[in-house]
C-alpha cells in the first residue's frame, strides 16, 4: 500500500478534481487517440507508437474492460482498438460504422492484394485514380455501359477509403498511398483467398444498396 502524500504534495497522476485513475497523462493521451481511431500510425506519430509497445499490457487490459482488443501489427507499425464478437448485450464500446458498399469492397480488396505485393519491398503501394477507374470497370457487370455511374462510383469508393484512412493523400493530385491500417480492416488467413473472395461479390450483383460486412465497419 502506497504511502501518504506528505502535507502540500501534488500526486503528478491526479490531473483534475476528482481523478481517481492511476495512468499518466501521456499514456490517457494514448488511450484517447486510439478510442477516437480509426487506427494510430506510427511512422506518422513514432513517440505514441513507442508507448503503444512499452505499455501494451496496460492498454490491452485497460480497453478489454470495455469489450476492445488492441490489435498491433509490428512491421507495418499500425496500431488499432477493435471491437470483440460477444453475443451479449452492452457489449458495443465503438459505434459500428455503416458497411462498405460493393465497389468500395472491391476497390479494398484489390488494394488490400497490391499491398501486399509491396510487403517488404521498401516502397510505398500507390493507386491513381485513373487506376481504381480501372479496377472498377474490370469488375463492372457484363452489359454494363454507364461510364457516368462508373465515375461516381469511382469517386464514391475513393472518398469512403480516404474517410476511412484506408488510402491516404500524397503530394501528387489523384495519387494516393495505401495505408498498412487496410491490412488489420481486412485479415486474411491467406492471401490467396481474396480472389475467391472477390468472385463471391461479383456473383452477388451490382444492387447500389448492397453492403458488405467486412472488418473496416470497426476503423
Known sequence: MSSPLPSGAVDERRLFAGDTGSFELPLRQLLVRLLRGPYLDGVAEPRLWQLVLDRRAEISAYVAEIFLVLEVDANRKIALLAPVDLEAAHTTAIAPRRALKREETLLALRLRLLLERHAGSGTDAVITREAAREILLEHRAPGDTDDKKLEENTDAALTRLLNLKLVLPTELADEYKVSGALALALPFAAIEEIPEYIK????????????????TEEL
Not at 463471391?200 to 472488418?215: M, Q, S, W
Open 200 to 215: 463471391a461479390i461479383e456473383r452477388v450483383g451490382t444492387d447500389d444498396t448492397e453492403e458488405f460486412e467486412l472488418e
